[in-house]
């Protein structure tokens, strides 16, 4: 495939997408990472696109701006693990069941305690999650046993999308789940920019029997492409700095707690 060929296939995804990834683009043109990045660099001087870290957005929406995994994981990292600690307070001491992990930063925090809470509280746990870095945190941890949720892996998160994912979480009902959000708003509820982790989120909560969001008050009052829940869904918010009065209002209107960590 000629350069020209892939700046006009790049615009058109970035057009319907709103974001790229430099690893996908890669592996979609048969092309090396360092020859999609030149792309993407000519493509953002002809102002056809934004580069942000590991990829590209359209200039216009950021209701689909998606910092990358890897950039999401270099931020607030005390606060995740503060608020992760917080969180695992919900399974008490000898917890017995089930408990599904969603992907995101602040979940892997709480995969990263989660071991050495069930030895201190003398529980175990069955673990299911869809992301394959928890996965690989928590594969051969003592008191728990782990069911990866497979899928097509959406490079940006590294996470299992697509309906097959989504058939197989809907056959579950976990005791608790520990959710990310990109954002929550008191108007649109809990949103992130990808269609199809929306659907995988919506699943997920849908299907458990306890809903924990664990998010930093960074992602409070932000509206991002797709709502996946309302606060009405969510049984308790985990988080660094309690919510403004009209958010907070809301939430308790809701029914949902607020934990503070």
Do not use: C
């Not at 998160?157 to 520990?178: C, K, M, Q, Y």
Request: aromatic share 4%.
């Amino acid at each position: 495939m000629y350069a020209m060929e892939r700046h006009q296939l790049i615009e058109r995804l970035v057009t319907q997408d709103g974001r790229v990834a430099v690893v996908d683009l890669a592996d979609r043109f048969g092309v090396t990472t360092e020859t999609v990045r030149r792309d993407l660099d000519q493509l953002e001087r002809a102002g056809a696109l934004r580069r942000v870290h590991g990829g590209a957005v359209a200039r216009d929406r950021t209701s689909v701006v998606e910092p990358s995994l890897a950039e999401r994981s270099t931020q607030r990292g005390a606060a995740k693990l503060a608020i992760a600690q917080r969180a695992l307070d919900v399974l008490g001491d000898g917890f017995r069941g089930s408990i599904f992990l969603d992907a995101g930063t602040t979940t892997a925090a709480v995969a990263s305690l989660l071991p050495t809470r069930l030895a201190e509280t003398d529980g175990t746990a069955e673990v299911v999650t869809h992301a394959m870095p928890l996965a690989n945190v928590l594969a051969g941890s003592p008191r728990l046993s782990l069911t990866v949720i497979g899928g097509r892996v959406r490079g940006l998160t590294a996470a299992a999308v697509g309906s097959h994912t989504v058939r197989a979480i809907e056959g579950l009902r976990p005791d608790v789940a520990f959710i990310g959000t990109n954002g929550l708003s008191q108007g649109f509820g809990l949103s992130t920019p990808d269609p199809d982790e929306a659907a995988v989120k919506r699943a997920i909560v849908r299907s458990s029997r306890r809903v924990v969001v664990v998010s930093d008050a960074e992602k409070f009052d932000v509206e991002l492409l797709v709502t996946f829940a309302g606060l009405e869904d969510v049984d308790v918010v985990v988080t660094d700095r309690a919510p403004a009065s009209a958010l907070g209002a809301a939430l308790e209107d809701a029914g949902t707690e607020v934990w503070t960590a």
